[in-house]
């Protein structure tokens, strides 16, 4: 490209070509002069890519459908209150724990985690339970919420209020709707209530009352908030 002015041209205009010309001229220099490593580049970042999408193709997929394939009877022995074989397995089947450790990385062994949560609760060992809700990454919105709900309830077997009332909060916050939401505002609202936090406990209460008028809690919340609202002044 020629950086000669024409005289026909205004000034502005000029210029504007000259700079335009050092800069094509400028980038035709960095390539050159730099070619070999923006070559090395950009065949670093296609390997990256590529083993990327080779992990998920050829081990992040199979080792998902196996986990998938595996984790069944778990379920079946979770449903019928066989925990300990839930949990172990038996002698031809994985349990949850050996599908959360194995396969953590899929969605079956994090839905294992949650079904490791609820057993733990029921067995009584509620730091295990809080261990295992906090593993459980679920990508099924309820369920996701449930174990972070579910924490809480295995903070306050812990004796440890403070950090559940935070955890049911969190979950009544995470998903909007009639099953969740009110429960979890309604385990957070006692906590306050049991704590003497008058105003937090009426504010939730009151919250499920308004929102959530139909919900299963409405009606015992709007008597919790009256409760509260009078002690408190």
């Given at each position: 490209?020629?950086?000669?002015?024409?005289?026909?041209?205004?000034?502005?205009?000029?210029?504007?070509?000259?700079?335009?010309?050092?800069?094509y001229?400028?980038?035709?220099?960095?390539?050159?002069?730099?070619?070999?490593?923006?070559?090395?580049?950009?065949?670093?970042?296609?390997?990256?890519?590529?083993?990327?999408?080779?992990?998920?193709?050829?081990?992040?997929?199979p080792?998902?459908?196996?986990?998938?394939?595996?984790?069944?009877?778990?379920e079946?022995?979770f449903?019928?209150?066989?925990l300990?074989?839930?949990?172990?397995?038996?002698?031809?089947?994985?349990?949850?724990?050996?599908?959360?450790?194995?396969?953590?990385?899929?969605?079956?062994?994090?839905?294992?985690?949650y079904?490791?949560?609820?057993?733990?609760?029921?067995?009584?060992?509620?730091?295990?339970?809080?261990d295992?809700?906090?593993?459980?990454?679920?990508?099924?919105?309820?369920?996701?919420?449930?174990?972070?709900?579910?924490?809480?309830?295995?903070?306050?077997?812990?004796?440890?209020?403070?950090?559940?009332?935070?955890?049911?909060?969190?979950?009544?916050?995470?998903?909007?709707?009639?099953?969740?939401?009110?429960?979890?505002?309604?385990?957070?609202?006692?906590?306050?209530?049991?704590a003497?936090?008058w105003?937090?406990?009426?504010?939730?209460?009151?919250?499920?009352?308004?929102?959530?008028?139909?919900?299963?809690?409405?009606?015992?919340?709007?008597?919790?908030?009256?409760?509260?609202?009078?002690?408190?002044?």
């Amino acid at each position: 490209m020629s950086n000669k002015i024409n005289p026909h041209e205004t000034t502005e205009t000029a210029s504007k070509d000259v700079d335009l010309g050092e800069v094509y001229s400028r980038t035709e220099h960095f390539i050159e002069d730099n070619k070999k490593a923006i070559t090395i580049g950009v065949v670093g970042i296609l390997v990256v890519v590529g083993g990327l999408l080779g992990y998920k193709k050829f081990i992040a997929e199979p080792k998902a459908k196996e986990a998938a394939e595996m984790v069944w009877k778990a379920e079946y022995y979770f449903e019928i209150d066989s925990l300990d074989k839930a949990l172990n397995g038996d002698d031809q089947w994985p349990g949850f724990a050996t599908i959360a450790s194995d396969y953590s990385s899929t969605p079956s062994g994090n839905l294992a985690n949650y079904y490791m949560g609820a057993i733990y609760m029921q067995k009584g060992d509620f730091q295990a339970a809080l261990d295992s809700y906090q593993k459980a990454d679920l990508e099924d919105d309820v369920l996701r919420v449930m174990a972070v709900g579910n924490q809480g309830d295995a903070l306050v077997e812990l004796g440890r209020a403070d950090e559940a009332v935070k955890q049911f909060e969190k979950a009544a916050n995470m998903e909007t709707n009639e099953f969740t939401t009110p429960m979890f505002l309604m385990k957070a609202g006692i906590l306050h209530h049991q704590a003497a936090n008058w105003s937090a406990a009426a504010k939730t209460f009151n919250r499920i009352a308004k929102e959530f008028p139909t919900s299963t809690d409405a009606n015992q919340a709007r008597k919790y908030a009256g409760h509260a609202e009078a002690m408190g002044g």
